[in-house]
């Protein structure tokens, strides 16, 4: 028997998964629902995916005049792929979707940051009450596994802090700042025209979206109860072009590094530019993300992706569907 | 219900396995049965681990007169952990222990790379036909996940090929050659001081643990059905300094790298030393090993870790020993 698939959202992420689906031509997972701002395209017997993809691209996708939070609500599926955009204040409206998903009693698989930033602690808790999991590794890192690697490769280690790059945006901008000492208002402009930094990119360059991985890591592998107000923040749009050649002179690279350990007096919870030996392991180039997971018996484990991209995404959010699916 | 366990070996992992055990307190697990070339001690309701450690220290463990082999066939276990040292061309004794421990289907963890070189398919099938896991996360890479990182948080990718450093004291030796401009005999003298290169270190120098490794991953992971023999191989004793300076001067470091693609053509498996650029990932310093696993999906994933070392490498071992109580 497959399991019946809802997936909310048909933006780069949802494209990516349809499409990551309708290659593999697995049957343990069938699409009954897709869904986008513009309404819903539903079929109990497995959509035809490649062929939502097409008319989604033309623009002439039948939908029919159900909005997500009634697919969420009313069609019959077990597992919600929830991959709405993150908002960092509210969470909506993908928290709304988990919320009501979970106590339906299905499994549910997003890469969206709100809502795990946000209420970790009570989806995780209606996720148990209900005997269905909540899963969300496309949150953290793209196709960089890091909450699979430690549930699965590094279990029975006990994880003592997590530390990294996890913004391409803000690595591309250091890597071409340092490597083509060019300051950082072109390097910026550059990366907007390539798309690598969105038309507004506040919420990459001043630390938020690395803010939020800190907050999910902290809550959802190391057992803090924090939230986004608590981190200690500072982005990269400081940085200037002369620090970055000082840097280098050293044998150094400045990096946006986030942190997080929870031990008592130690205790760190932070994002901002630091200085990174060029020889280190997390000195990654580009848009690369980079994390160093300090574990009790494994020592320092790196584990170094692609932090963003449609496929790249899509592979993380496939990860965790598979581990349900390993469950049954 | 707790898992029986029985211990073959108790050399440097078979020590650290047993650590490990004794600090966990995890009762899915009971030790009955350790061996080493002296005896065996034995106890059905588990035994005292602190106990065996610290009399083995002492030299006043008191075993009984029963060989490895026959714990092997006599003892009530479900779990046999193989941790006797490799031999790259017979794979004994440890190769027939585990044989042994399959016909009887029982569970096999091992790190002992001979018997998972030579005779994978053999046993891989042995292990199938009676319906038990033989899992070998500690041959490659100690404390870096390998297989389980594939097997786990990779699982839906296709992978195309894996390419790395799997060899920590060539890489120690590179390192030193290069950071500080000495010739090879010279930081292999020192090496050996410190414990991290063998009295007799062809086996790593001359590249055979490397190509162990390869023979493993082209196996085990690729699907390939290859030979220590097949592997185009090159040792790092003919690296000279001024090669490395070199290098330098270009930005680039030696390293001694493993590589396996299985893909017509351009079929690669090989051991030998090449130039890495030192911003890659590859780049790493020291004894760390790091492993490029290349993906259809989630694109190019980099693992770095501790590639050896005795607890290090029970935190691989206990890994495939968690993953056989998940399947409970």
Not at 99 to 119: D, F, I, M, Q, Y
Not at 125 to 130: F, R, V
Request: glycine share 10%; charged share 25%; proline share 3%.
């Amino acid at each position: 028997m497959s399991l019946k698939v809802a997936i909310i959202g048909l933006g780069s992420v949802g494209r990516g998964v349809v499409k990551v689906l309708s290659e593999r031509k697995d049957d343990r997972f069938k699409v009954v629902a897709i869904t986008d701002s513009k309404g819903a395209v539903l079929d109990d017997n497995g959509l035809d995916l490649k062929d939502v993809l097409k008319k989604k691209g033309n623009g002439d996708l039948a939908r029919v005049n159900k909005s997500s939070l009634d697919v969420v609500k009313e069609v019959d599926y077990d597992i919600l792929i929830e991959v709405t955009p993150t908002d960092a204040k509210t969470g909506e409206p993908g928290l709304t979707y988990i919320r009501e998903a979970l106590k339906r009693g299905k499994h549910v698989v997003t890469s969206n940051k709100g809502p795990v930033a946000l209420n970790y602690q009570e989806l995780r808790d209606l996720a148990k009450k209900h005997g269905v999991q909540f899963l969300f590794e496309a949150t953290v890192g793209g196709a960089m596994p890091v909450f699979n690697l430690i549930r699965g490769p590094l279990a029975g280690n006990q994880i003592t802090s997590i530390k990294g790059i996890f913004n391409g945006t803000c690595n591309y901008i250091l890597t071409r700042m340092a490597n083509e000492e060019l300051p950082y208002d072109m390097v910026l402009s550059e990366a907007k025209e390539l798309g690598i930094a969105e038309a507004d990119p506040t919420y990459d360059v001043e630390g938020i979206d690395t803010a939020l991985k800190m907050v999910i890591l902290a809550n959802a592998v190391l057992g803090m109860d924090v939230k986004l107000e608590d981190v200690d923040l500072v982005g990269i749009s400081g940085v200037c072009l002369e620090a970055l050649k000082l840097a280098g002179e050293a044998g150094m690279v400045i990096k946006l590094i986030g942190e997080v350990r929870p031990n008592g007096e130690e205790r760190v919870l932070k994002v901002s530019p630091r200085l990174v030996p060029k020889t280190h392991p997390l000195a990654v180039q580009g848009t690369l993300n980079a994390a160093l997971i300090q574990t009790k018996l494994a020592g320092e484990i790196f584990v170094i992706g692609k932090g963003a991209g449609s496929v790249e995404t899509a592979s993380a959010i496939l990860s965790d569907m598979l581990y349900i699916a390993s469950l049954k």
